[in-house]
């Protein structure tokens, strides 16, 4: 169970099979869950309030309790796919960059670790289809409507594109540093000020603004409907 609030944050579960949702007094139920064994990563990574096994009377036990709390109300039960509807996130990577803010990137002799990874959707969809699954848990990712894609995650993934590493939450890429170093903290402040978005520049200086929200965990059903969706379209 968890806050309705939070309705969003389903999107990362869309894959877990067996999986219903349910929305009543502010709160969001989840069914389908193993009572045993360990859960999916994503479904452990939910902000839960609270999490029960139920039996066949409807009762209520708080994990690792034997004693019913509650009786489970009754709910409009949606499989997890219609009751969070795919959005394709191709609003991640959108034209927000305008050139308002346009600064100099310079080649900077600078070897830091690379955190992302910017790819093409044909390029992912086919390392991810074959990739161990360890590979993808790691991984974050977003796709513009170009079928431009954005990894984030460590290990990235041994495929072709353009590396980027973090500095003060901005993205830049492999080989490339702020001709200013304080110009690093100052865009954070002014392009971020919510901390809400990951910033990804390109070498000429211009950027875009991701919203963290429209960066998804990577699963393989995940990708295989991110491509599914554009080859719909």
Do not use: C
Request: no cysteine; glycine share 6%; proline share 9%.
């Amino acid at each position: 169970m968890l806050a309705a609030s939070y309705r969003e944050v389903l999107g990362g579960v869309r894959a877990v099979p067996g999986l219903q949702a349910a929305e009543a007094a502010g709160e969001l139920w989840l069914r389908g869950l193993p009572a045993t064994g360990e859960l999916p990563l994503a479904v452990r990574a939910l902000p839960a309030t609270a999490a029960y096994v139920l039996d066949a009377q409807g009762r209520l036990f708080p994990s690792g309790s034997r004693t019913p709390t509650a009786q489970l109300p009754a709910l409009a039960w949606q499989p997890i796919r219609a009751f969070v509807p795919l959005e394709l996130p191709t609003a991640a990577l959108p034209a927000q960059g305008a050139p308002r803010y346009r600064v100099r990137l310079v080649p900077s002799a600078r070897a830091e670790a690379g955190t992302a990874l910017l790819t093409t959707l044909a390029v992912w969809h086919e390392y991810a289809e074959t990739a161990p699954a360890i590979r993808l848990e790691s991984l974050h990712f977003a796709v513009a409507a170009d079928q431009r894609v954005l990894l984030q995650g460590s290990p990235l993934p041994p495929i072709p594109g353009q590396e980027h590493w973090l500095r003060e939450g901005l993205l830049l890429p492999a080989g490339f540093d702020f001709e200013a170093p304080l110009l690093a903290p100052m865009l954070a402040r002014q392009l971020n000020a919510h901390a809400d978005a990951v910033l990804l520049f390109a070498a000429d200086g211009s950027w875009e603004r991701i919203l963290k929200e429209n960066v998804l965990p990577v699963t393989r059903s995940a990708v295989r409907l991110t491509a599914k969706g554009f080859r719909d379209e």
